[in-house]
């Protein structure tokens, strides 16, 4: 079976691609030695339009967070609602040793990205590329905050404007441990009307406006 080539998005297709706002990740990054790390995150948000950026939260300590703080690059690897995926997010979530490439230890390939030095994962049909813009940490955890500097799509899951067929797309979120490690598919949707015509509409439709236009 023949593997839908990647399309690399032009910037005013980036915010688009990043939907529902919260998704299912794998996050890549390399260590500085340059070894690939792969791990799952249910935190994954894309939290600013233009620019875009994206943030998760990760365990102090862990492969991830030094990574981003040892390199200051990764990558969100949009997987689907699928099962044979959703089990190989499950394997990247294990705990492996420093060092450990849990793409080879889940059966996942590794797809250079186009800026960034972590991969793409190939399996995955959506890629955001990012370079760090802050972490904090809090709570015992460390949020990071990311700077997309590079979007790709699987070339049959996006119409010609860059919106998502989300049939093709299947965005997942993960329901946690509490719920026995299930997966809610979130691809379907309904567009609803907004009955009320006061004058916070029109401020709205230009608060959309500018908070969509692109900065140069
Ligand atoms: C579906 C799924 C979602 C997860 N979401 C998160 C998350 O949002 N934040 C987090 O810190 N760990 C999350 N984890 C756990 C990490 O993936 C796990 O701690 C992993 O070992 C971290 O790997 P690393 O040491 O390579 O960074 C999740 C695990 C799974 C399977």
Redesign the pocket.
Known sequence: MSLPQKLNQPREYWDRLFAPSSC?AMITTVDAQGRV????????TRVNHEPVYVA????IG????NNVVATGEFVANLPKWERRILEQ??I?????APGVN?LEKAGLTALPSMIVKPPRIRECPRHFECAVEWTKEWAG?LMVVGKVVAASVDEDCVDPEGYVLWDRVKSAH?CGAPYN?GFVAAYQTLFVDRPYDGPEVQKQERLEKEMFTIKP
Request: proline letters at 4%; glycine letters at 8%.
């Open positions: 299912l790390n792969a791990a799952s995150f249910g935190t994954c998760f939260t990760t365990s862990k492969d991830t967070a997010v499950r990247a979530g294990l705990p492996f849990e955890r993960f490690n």
